[in-house]
């Protein structure tokens, strides 16, 4: 399980926040980071593209990208985690993009997931995921793989200033 409450900690210390763009996990990344007590000092809420067209219209996702390699695409996770921390005014977007299933999505199989976090500066960390089992499960893999990615981007610029 992912230490929400610890990526929590980590940008309130730093007056820093997050946004996030949800596609196969339809909201579970935001209910998990709102389940803990405190999350608005640093939670500015979120976008749930779950349709393609809404990566475009609302995250900013070139249509171009979109109509070749389809929505499951490790550029299409970093687009949506870019956009969703500029329309939210966040100082890191984090964005996760898949297929939980039962059947494979535009020629991508079940269990291909693209994580990225957006941060200052434009940069872009990513992580591309191989996960089994039910679509239960592996939304809920999405969630602890996003959230450990964010953490793990935190961990590597504690010595960075945001805000």
């Known amino acids: 399980m992912a230490d929400v409450a610890g990526v929590l900690a980590m940008l309130v210390e ?5 946004a996030v763009a949800e596609s196969l996990t339809g909201g579970l990344i935001g209910a998990a980071i709102t389940a803990v ?3 608005s000092k640093a939670f500015r809420g979120g976008v749930i593209s779950y ?12 249509a171009e990208l979109l109509e070749r390699e389809g929505a ?4 299409v996770a970093a687009g949506m985690a870019a956009g969703v921390a500029r329309v939210c005014g966040a100082t890191y977007g984090l964005a996760v993009t898949g297929v939980a299933g039962p059947e494979p999505q535009d020629g991508k199989a079940v269990g291909t997931v693209y994580a990225a976090v957006a941060g ?3 940069q872009i960390w990513a992580r591309g995921l191989r996960l089994e089992g039910s679509r239960e499960r592996i939304r809920v ?3 602890d793989e996003a959230v450990d990615l964010l953490s793990g981007v935190l961990k590597a610029n504690i010595g ?4």
């Open 160 to 163: 960075e200033h945001s805000g």
């Open 120 to 122: 200052p500066g434009g």
């Open 37 to 39: 007590s405190g999350s």
């Open 51 to 62: 349709a393609t067209d809404l990566k475009h219209e609302l995250l900013g996702v070139p």
């Open 141 to 143: 893999e999405t969630v």
């Open 72 to 75: 499951v695409h490790p550029q």
């Open 14 to 18: 730093r007056q820093a926040t997050v």
